[in-house]
């Protein structure tokens, strides 16, 4: 099973939540903000419905106020899953039992270190229902216990299969001491130094705690001497080697299991975990502060991350999963002021809005996009960082332009009026055509573009002059009083550029007219521009050269 939409009513730190357009290839959800942003808060969503749908109806009215945000209002979780079903639960005290199964989720609070081993016998946990998962913590607050249960049902499966099965001693290693012993390797490396080697699982006998025994170089060490680290590791593998076979349509939710581990650790236990050790059918949410996450989430095409840094969750709030070569993910691990020394190999631009799709698919060599809201946005940002930005012409003139590039040296300027402008140029839509097999008048494409001009210029023209008082260029107090400052103000200089674009609009010579004329909202009729992706309008080899040129 896997999640491609949560909606959250009055749950917990949420107000209204709506996470939408995870896709479903998603093997992997990382879920990044700061300490109290809310990560754990949706976690415990995802505990709530489980708790219900495992029939457990006896739960206290501390439940009921736990997850509820306010008392007064009703609660209401509602999940799409991959096979198009949704499944909601609202009301105040009282639940319906969703159309889900009990193994649908599977969850580890992050309060599950054992620094040392304590049971001395078997069964000192109690009685465990493993198939009810009757053992895990009640809220993610609490402390997850489960080690010592998992270390007792691992030699239980072992003895079983020893006993029942007529597999060899060897067959029984290579089924469930290999598998963590290869995880061991790609997680902490495979040299004489760093490789560590389970020998033994033996569990806790005649008044002794368990044998857990390991080798690392030439040394033999317990479980109770390994690193924090090391015991996070093994701690989440034996997890899933006891309990995984229960849950093969399931949303794991295992909350910062980065601990104790460095970047590099970090991305090898992420990647080694979802790879290897989740099933395919299922889905694995994380929350992280962990650069090494971060970084494995980028890379992998199964993969999204979700930002809930930043967010009044008091208010309504919609999260899409972010880019993947947005940076401004890693400044939860690292630090804004970190960022540029981070990406010192590679060009960042900011970009306006949903322009970092478009330009994100060229693929340009050592060179990421970044989303700002708007112009004024990505004109803000570039003066306040070492970052380059990329914006649109709008109604700017020649000179204009001449003076931006000149003051604004990281500050990059479409020479159309706007992206679609070069999506639905002649040239890109006679390559795309020409790619696709399709004929295309390209003389008979220009000569409705101009007439698609004349018939907007005049309404174009009135509001040429107060459009651009909105550009922030030239602001800062180094042009007070100049007149580069005054060009973008009800000004003569002002009005002197807005005739400049005039001009351009009433001259029907292509070039001229068309930086000026805003395709994104004009010539949406012509036939040879309909239905047709701008996603694949934006894959052309005319497109990537004319922007590569912009930003040489």
Same mark, same amino acid.
């Given at each position: 099973?896997?999640?491609?939409?949560?909606?959250?009513?009055?749950?917990?730190?949420? !107000?209204?939540?709506?996470?939408?357009?995870?896709?479903?290839?998603?093997?992997? =959800?990382? =879920?990044?903000? !700061?300490?109290?942003?809310?990560?754990?808060?949706?976690?415990?969503?995802?505990?709530?419905?489980?708790?219900?749908?495992?029939?457990?109806?006896?739960?206290?009215?501390?439940?009921?106020?736990?997850?509820?945000?306010?008392?007064?209002?009703?609660?209401?979780?509602?999940?799409?899953?991959?096979?198009?079903?949704?499944?909601?639960?609202?009301?105040?005290?009282?639940?319906?039992?969703?159309?889900?199964?009990?193994?649908?989720?599977?969850?580890?609070?992050?309060?599950?270190?054992?620094?040392?081993?304590?049971?001395?016998?078997?069964?000192?946990?109690?009685?465990?229902?493993?198939?009810? /998962?009757?053992?895990? #913590?009640?809220?993610?607050?609490?402390?997850?216990?489960?080690?010592?249960?998992?270390?007792?049902?691992?030699?239980?499966?072992?003895?079983?299969?020893?006993?029942?099965?007529?597999?060899?001693?060897?067959?029984?290693?290579?089924?469930?001491?290999?598998?963590?012993?290869?995880?061991?390797?790609?997680?902490?490396?495979?040299?004489?130094?760093?490789?560590?080697?389970?020998?033994?699982?033996?569990?806790?006998?005649?008044?002794?705690? @368990?044998?857990?025994?390991?080798?690392?170089?030439?040394?033999?060490?317990?479980?109770?001497?390994?690193? @924090?680290?090391?015991?996070?590791?093994?701690?989440?593998?034996?997890?899933?080697?006891?309990?995984?076979?229960?849950?093969?349509?399931?949303?794991?939710?295992?909350?910062?299991?980065?601990?104790?581990? &460095?970047?590099?650790?970090?991305? &090898?236990?992420?990647?080694?975990?979802?790879?290897?050790?989740?099933?395919?059918?299922?889905?694995?949410?994380?929350?992280?502060?962990?650069?090494?996450?971060?970084?494995?989430?980028?890379?992998?095409?199964?993969?999204?991350?979700?930002?809930?840094? /930043?967010?009044?969750?008091?208010? #309504?709030?919609?999260?899409?999963?972010? @880019?993947?070569?947005?940076?401004?993910?890693?400044?939860?691990? =690292?630090?804004?002021?970190?960022?540029?020394?981070?990406?010192?190999?590679?060009?960042?631009?900011?970009?306006?809005?949903?322009?970092?799709?478009?330009?994100?698919?060229?693929?340009?060599?050592?060179?990421?996009?970044?989303?700002?809201?708007?112009?004024?946005? =990505?004109?803000?940002?570039?003066?306040?960082?070492?970052?380059?930005?990329?914006?649109?012409?709008?109604?700017?003139?020649?000179?204009?332009?001449?003076?931006?590039?000149?003051?604004?040296?990281?500050?990059?300027?479409?020479?159309?009026?706007?992206?679609?402008?070069?999506?639905?140029?002649?040239?890109?839509?006679?390559?795309?055509?020409?790619?696709?097999?399709?004929?295309? /008048?390209?003389?008979?494409?220009?000569?409705?573009?101009?007439?698609?001009?004349?018939?907007?210029?005049?309404?174009?023209?009135?509001?040429?002059?107060?459009?651009?008082?909105?550009?922030?260029?030239?602001?800062?107090?180094?042009?007070?009083?100049?007149?580069?400052?005054?060009?973008?103000?009800?000004?003569?200089?002002?009005?002197?550029?807005?005739?400049?674009?005039?001009?351009?609009?009433?001259?029907?010579?292509?070039?001229?007219?068309?930086? !000026?004329? #805003?395709?994104? /909202?004009?010539?949406?009729?012509?036939?040879?521009?309909?239905?047709?992706?701008?996603?694949?309008?934006?894959?052309?080899?005319?497109?990537?050269?004319?922007?590569?040129?912009?930003?040489?």
């Amino acid at each position: 099973m896997r999640i491609t939409k949560i909606e959250l009513v009055n749950f917990k730190r949420f !107000s209204h939540l709506e996470i939408s357009n995870i896709p479903e290839s998603s093997k992997l =959800v990382v =879920v990044i903000g !700061s300490n109290g942003s809310g990560k754990s808060s949706l976690f415990d969503a995802f505990g709530f419905v489980a708790t219900l749908i495992k029939g457990d109806t006896s739960t206290s009215e501390d439940f009921w106020k736990y997850f509820g945000k306010t008392e007064t209002k009703q609660i209401s979780v509602s999940l799409q899953t991959s096979d198009g079903l949704i499944h909601t639960l609202s009301g105040e005290n009282h639940f319906n039992r969703p159309d889900l199964s009990t193994n649908s989720f599977y969850g580890r609070s992050s309060f599950r270190q054992i620094p040392r081993l304590m049971r001395t016998g078997l069964g000192q946990g109690g009685r465990i229902d493993f198939e009810k /998962d009757s053992d895990r #913590p009640k809220f993610l607050i609490d402390r997850d216990n489960r080690f010592e249960n998992d270390i007792e049902k691992v030699t239980e499966i072992i003895l079983k299969e020893f006993f029942r099965s007529g597999r060899s001693n060897e067959e029984i290693r290579q089924k469930y001491i290999l598998p963590i012993n290869e995880a061991l390797g790609n997680i902490f490396g495979k040299g004489n130094d760093t490789k560590l080697h389970l020998i033994e699982i033996i569990p806790p006998l005649e008044g002794k705690v @368990a044998q857990i025994t390991f080798r690392k170089g030439n040394s033999e060490i317990h479980y109770n001497y390994l690193s @924090a680290g090391e015991k996070e590791v093994f701690n989440l593998l034996i997890n899933l080697l006891s309990r995984a076979s229960l849950y093969q349509d399931t949303v794991y939710y295992l909350d910062e299991i980065d601990l104790h581990l &460095n970047t590099k650790l970090q991305f &090898n236990l992420l990647k080694e975990i979802t790879e290897n050790w989740i099933p395919d059918r299922c889905q694995l949410w994380t929350a992280t502060h962990s650069l090494g996450f971060i970084e494995y989430a980028k890379q992998s095409d199964h993969a999204s991350i979700l930002d809930f840094d /930043d967010l009044n969750f008091d208010l #309504p709030q919609t999260l899409v999963p972010e @880019a993947k070569d947005n940076p401004e993910v890693y400044e939860i691990a =690292v630090g804004k002021e970190l960022l540029p020394s981070l990406f010192q190999h590679l060009a960042v631009y900011f970009v306006e809005n949903k322009d970092q799709d478009y330009y994100a698919s060229i693929g340009i060599p050592k060179t990421v996009f970044v989303s700002a809201n708007d112009r004024n946005s =990505v004109y803000r940002k570039v003066q306040t960082s070492e970052f380059n930005g990329l914006v649109d012409r709008d109604f700017l003139s020649d000179d204009d332009i001449q003076q931006i590039r000149q003051h604004y040296p990281k500050l990059r300027l479409l020479n159309y009026y706007s992206v679609e402008n070069y999506m639905y140029h002649p040239d890109n839509l006679a390559e795309y055509y020409q790619k696709t097999g399709k004929d295309f /008048d390209k003389l008979d494409y220009i000569q409705q573009l101009k007439e698609t001009k004349n018939d907007v210029k005049d309404s174009l023209i009135l509001r040429i002059a107060s459009v651009r008082s909105s550009y922030p260029y030239f602001e800062e107090p180094d042009f007070n009083g100049k007149p580069l400052q005054k060009r973008f103000r009800s000004s003569q200089e002002n009005f002197d550029q807005t005739a400049a674009v005039q001009g351009y609009l009433s001259n029907d010579d292509l070039e001229t007219f068309y930086k !000026s004329l #805003p395709m994104k /909202d004009y010539g949406k009729r012509i036939p040879q521009r309909q239905h047709i992706a701008k996603s694949d309008l934006v894959k052309t080899a005319w497109f990537k050269a004319q922007i590569t040129t912009l930003l040489v």
